[in-house]
């Protein structure tokens, strides 16, 4: 069972940043595949951006450039720096990790850009 606990979100000025952040429970946080999805109102979820155990991260295209996800495995936590934000990264962002087939979600954090 893998526990995790968001926060950093809030409400920011497009062109702004926020740096969300994920503290997560186990004693493997090392080999967890972690991270980061969102959800817009009426949207499905979405993946923003993922990184592995050893730090090779892959981003979706909308966010290339402008986010940037890192973990810190003695913290056994992953953040996600987002810069140069846009009205339409408006959504809940939810943190997951993945281990044993099987993902593991927080409870979520809302990012709100305004315009």
């Not at 979100?9 to 991270?35: D, E, I, N, P």
């Amino acid at each position: 069972q893998v526990q995790l606990v968001e926060s950093g979100g809030g409400l920011v000025q497009a062109g702004g940043s926020l740096r969300l952040s994920c503290a997560a429970s186990g004693r493997a946080f090392s080999t967890y595949a972690m991270s980061w999805f969102r959800q817009a109102p009426g949207k499905e979820r979405e993946l923003v951006a993922q990184i592995s155990g050893a730090g090779t991260a892959n981003y979706a295209d909308s966010v290339k450039g402008r986010f940037t996800i890192s973990r810190d495995n003695a913290k056994s936590s992953v953040y996600l720096q987002m810069n140069s934000l846009k009205p339409e990264d408006t959504a809940v962002y939810y943190c997951a990790a993945r281990t044993g087939g099987s993902y593991y979600w927080g409870q979520g954090t809302q990012v709100t850009v305004s315009s």
